[in-house]
C-alpha cells in the first residue's frame, strides 16, 4: 500500500507563503491521482487541489490564483505552494492518493495563518 508524509506546515502570517510537501512510498507513485484536502475545527474536509499523472490541475474555487499543486515523479513528491495565504486557510492539511477509487490519506500537517 502507498504510504504518505506530508510536512511543510506551520504559523504565518496573512498575506504569508507556505510550501507544503507530500512524499509517497510503498506504491506505485505515478499511477496515482493525487490530492490535497483540509479540515478545520468543526467543518468537514474539503478538497483544494489535485494533480493526476498527466498534470492535468483542478482547484477549490477558494484558493484558486493562489495556491498552486505540482508533482515530481522522479522523487515521489507532490507540493502545494500557498501564497497570499489568509485566515480562512487554516487548516489541517492532508495529503492524499487515489488508485482504482482507492484513496489514501497521510497523517496532516497544520496550517495556522494569524491576523
Known amino acids: 500500500q502507498v504510504q504518505l508524509v506530508e510536512s511543510g506546515g506551520g504559523l504565518v502570517q496573512a498575506g504569508g507563503s507556505l510550501r507544503l510537501s507530500c512524499t509517497a512510498s510503498?506504491?506505485?507513485?505515478?499511477?496515482?491521482?493525487m490530492g490535497w484536502h483540509r479540515q478545520a475545527p468543526g467543518n468537514q474536509r474539503e478538497l483544494v487541489a489535485t494533480i493526476s499523472s498527466g498534470g492535468t490541475t483542478n482547484y477549490a474555487d477558494s484558493v484558486k490564483g493562489r495556491f498552486t499543486i505540482s508533482r515530481d515523479n522522479a522523487k515521489n513528491t507532490v507540493y502545494l505552494q500557498m501564497n497570499g495565504l489568509k485566515p480562512e486557510d487554516t487548516a489541517v492539511y492532508y495529503c492524499?492518493?487515489?488508485?482504482?477509487?482507492?484513496?489514501?490519506w497521510g497523517q496532516g500537517t497544520q496550517v495556522t495563518v494569524s491576523l
Open positions: 510503498g506504491s506505485t507513485f505515478i499511477n496515482h491521482l
Open positions: 492524499n492518493a487515489r488508485r482504482f477509487s482507492r484513496d489514501t
